[in-house]
């Protein structure tokens, strides 16, 4: 079925240290991918989001580039900061009418930054 | 433009109580999805709703249930509360096309006591 794997956590890193956390999901259909993110108490926010093979999607310092042949969506950041500390899901959502609505969500991964 | 409200954010109930909780989209939005988020199961799909019709459904029990209203605000059920049903339980909205890009409310966390 349609799954998609994160890395596992938590994570910690040093404030400017790199970012990468992995995300791959199964190759059934043409998916959309999507990075979203989750700080304490909160709802999900969208970080990025990619439509197609070798799309890249951006925003606030992060990047993550739809790669079809390694199924992967892997997420980067090339200096984290103190306030990146969160939750990261990794979340794909299939074409065709049977997956109104629904998206398929990661593990999450905990990110947390220390000064 | 406003983001998605979910009303209330915190609520407690004992076993075998039935709650309701609400969720309005971004304005023009017809499409609103539930998903429920336990550190256990992680986010798990519920329903979505378009047109006041229920167009897709997760795999979980009927004690679940939703709607959705002309204005497209929703509302999702559960009856017969169990333990297990502690959770945050998150509303997203979006046009509707399939594919199309997601936004979450701030969620409702229920615990059953």
């Known amino acids: 079925g349609d799954s998609v794997t994160q890395m596992e956590g938590p994570v910690t890193l040093s404030e400017e240290a790199f970012l990468t956390i992995n995300c791959t999901y199964t190759?059934?259909?043409?998916?959309?991918l999507f990075w979203y993110v989750q700080y304490p108490g909160e709802g999900l926010q969208l970080l990025l989001k990619?439509?197609?093979?070798?799309d890249k999607g951006s925003n606030k310092g992060f990047e993550a580039t739809y790669r079809k042949e390694t199924t992967s969506f892997h997420l980067e950041k090339g200096s984290v900061q103190v306030s990146d500390s969160a939750v990261y899901f990794c979340?794909?959502?299939?074409?065709?009418?049977?997956?109104?609505?629904?998206?398929?969500f990661g593990q999450g991964t905990i990110l947390t930054v220390h000064p | 433009k406003a983001g998605v409200t979910q009303t209330p954010r915190y609520l407690i109930k004992t076993r075998g109580q039935q709650v309701t909780l609400s969720c309005s989209p971004i304005?023009?939005?017809?499409?609103v999805s539930w998903y429920q988020q336990t550190p256990g199961q992680g986010l798990q799909f519920l329903f979505e709703?378009?047109?006041?019709?229920?167009?897709n459904k997760g795999n979980f029990p009927g004690r679940f249930s939703g709607r959705q209203f002309s204005n497209s605000r929703s509302e999702m059920n559960v009856s017969t509360l169990e333990l297990g049903d502690s959770a945050l339980y998150l509303c997203?909205?979006?046009?509707?096309?399939?594919?199309?890009?997601?936004?979450f409310g701030p969620g409702t966390r229920l615990l059953v006591l």
């Open positions: 997203a909205s979006s046009g509707g096309e399939v594919q199309e890009t997601q936004y």
């Open positions: 190759a059934t259909g043409y998916p959309s």
């Open positions: 990619a439509t197609k093979a070798d």
């Open positions: 979340a794909r959502h299939n074409a065709g009418g049977t997956s109104y609505g629904k998206l398929t």
């Open positions: 304005s023009g939005h017809r499409s």
């Open positions: 709703y378009f047109s006041e019709t229920q167009r």
